[in-house]
């Protein structure tokens, strides 16, 4: 394969087809190792003299993300076309316009690397071990912050099953990644050079051991007694569930759904009930406590809530005998542009749609969690849970740790897609990064129940109404990722990048010594 010689065209093709092929290594699929292999290619095109200027670099790592991207959020066109009513044309354009613009940060990474391998005559072992996994790992990471982030496919998520999934209690998602460019920049580093292949052989096998031994590790210890849970999904179609003639049907099937299934725990998807709580009846909500009271129950109810004038915000109320005067209240903070902020400048394409979007207010990162019996339930709602550093910092900032995750989502504006299957992984994701148990109840899935240990132990049937039943078991203690954060995998680039300086430097001193 180090003799192969592809044209600069040929390449890109490759690249966009790599880039489509790497969302098999995400759920539902999970072939993980394709991740790896995948992006080693990406690395390995890099260093051929097709690409010798730093702007072909750029479109190399833009090409693989964007059909990377492209693929794996298509999704998006379900919501553009079949709820908000957008041509298939104009819906594929503004999709390859976000795309665009993601990719970016991956083109960045490799026009990066290049520029510093040009800079301090890196070779190719700096190169490829060194700096690039190290950029590849701040693309993702500023992908997933700049402009709020969108952080959905960051590689580590294919890792979930993989042995790298015990290093996420450790430095996290974005660790996890850049292990994986890690192991990528050894593959290509093995096909170029024939000498290093058993000394990569045997450190990726090492890596290997180190991730299943550290996933071992019991960072946190059950507290408390097991809560009993009901998870509600209710299967309400996207298109009819903001229609005027079908909310009474909704509130009525929620209110039944509730009183039908008493527990420690009852949780209802995020904007369950499709008005604005200004908006209900009198008696909906009171009714619903008064349930809550005499069942000793506790309800997460997902709505949005009216504070008057033109607030709102997407919350969670809670009503148990803890909160018999005063509702227990969580508002999403990490707002989805376009679903819920409409980001300066862009209403004209929001108009273009006919989806019932509007400005939420935003709260706090840091809330308190809901207080069930002697557990602490922590909810996020819905694209919150892909903000890893964030949940950390809850968990980190309350006086006592929330002991439970709980994340309300409402994903019908996908369809039947692998939307529903990826938000899963990611939450699985949360719960290695954390050492805390998860629950999810959403409107058409997947709800599910997964244990500290990121297995998922009680699911429904996705596009089915169901009350999920089961049991879940807090934990206490804190992973060294809620303690530091990305922090960690920063260090690590940063220490990469000054490695790879050194390296240069001993190297340049050397030849001029022998000069």
Request: with cysteine; net charge positive.
């Amino acid at each position: 394969m180090r003799s192969l010689h592809l044209s600069f065209r040929s390449s890109i093709l490759l690249a966009l087809l790599a880039g489509g092929l790497n969302v098999f290594s995400f759920a539902p699929f999970h072939f993980w190792p394709l991740q790896a292999i995948s992006l080693a290619l990406i690395f390995w095109l890099s260093q051929s003299a097709s690409f010798s200027s730093l702007r072909r670099q750029f479109l190399l790592g833009w090409t693989y993300a964007f059909g990377w991207l492209f693929c794996g959020v298509s999704w998006l066109l379900i919501a553009m076309t079949r709820y908000g009513g957008m041509p298939w044309l104009m819906a594929i354009a503004a999709l390859a316009l976000l795309v665009t613009y993601l990719a970016c940060y991956a083109g960045l990474a490799l026009l990066l690397s290049a520029k510093l391998k040009q800079r301090w005559q890196l070779t190719d072992v700096s190169s490829l071990l060194l700096v690039m996994p190290a950029f590849w790992m701040l693309s993702e990471y500023l992908r997933g912050w700049v402009f709020t982030g969108f952080p959905w496919l960051a590689s580590g998520y294919a890792h979930t099953d993989s042995p790298l999934a015990g290093f996420a209690a450790l430095i996290g998602v974005y660790g996890i990644g850049w292990i994986n460019a890690l192991l990528a920049g050894a593959l290509a580093l093995g096909v170029r050079k024939k000498i290093w292949r058993l000394r990569l052989l045997l450190a990726v096998v090492v890596i290997a051991c180190v991730g299943l031994a550290v996933r071992q590790v019991q960072w946190t210890q059950p507290y408390g007694q097991p809560l009993s849970v009901s998870l509600l999904q209710g299967n309400v179609a996207q298109d009819v569930k903001f229609n005027p003639d079908h909310i009474s049907d909704s509130l009525s099937l929620y209110h039944d759904m509730i009183l039908s299934a008493p527990a420690d725990l009852v949780a209802v998807p995020e904007t369950a009930l499709p008005v604005l709580s200004s908006q209900l009846p009198p008696d909906y909500l009171p009714l619903l406590n008064a349930f809550a009271q005499s069942t000793n129950s506790h309800l997460a109810i997902g709505l949005g809530v009216h504070d008057g004038g033109d607030q709102y915000t997407n919350s969670i109320l809670g009503f148990s005998r803890e909160y018999a005067l005063r509702a227990y209240r969580y508002d999403k903070h990490h707002l989805v542009p376009f679903g819920e902020f409409i980001p300066f400048g862009f209403r004209w394409f929001v108009n273009l749609m006919h989806i019932p979007l509007g400005d939420f207010s935003g709260a706090g990162v840091l809330q308190a969690p809901m207080q069930v019996k002697d557990q602490l339930v922590m909810p996020n709602i819905c694209y919150e849970d892909l903000f890893g550093e964030e949940i950390a910092s809850q968990l980190l900032a309350s006086e006592h740790s929330p002991t439970i995750l709980l994340n309300a989502s409402n994903i019908a504006w996908y369809g039947d897609s692998i939307a529903i299957p990826q938000h899963l992984q990611i939450s699985q994701m949360r719960v290695l990064e954390t050492g805390r148990p998860m629950l999810r109840a959403t409107n058409t899935g997947a709800t599910a129940v997964i244990a500290a240990n990121a297995r998922v132990v009680a699911q429904a049937q996705p596009l089915t109404r169901q009350v999920l039943q089961a049991s879940v078991q807090g934990t206490s203690g804190l992973t060294p990722y809620v303690r530091w954060g990305n922090l960690g995998v920063l260090v690590i680039a940063v220490l990469a990048l000054l490695l790879a300086y050194m390296a240069a430097r001993r190297s340049g001193s050397a030849g001029a010594l022998a000069q």
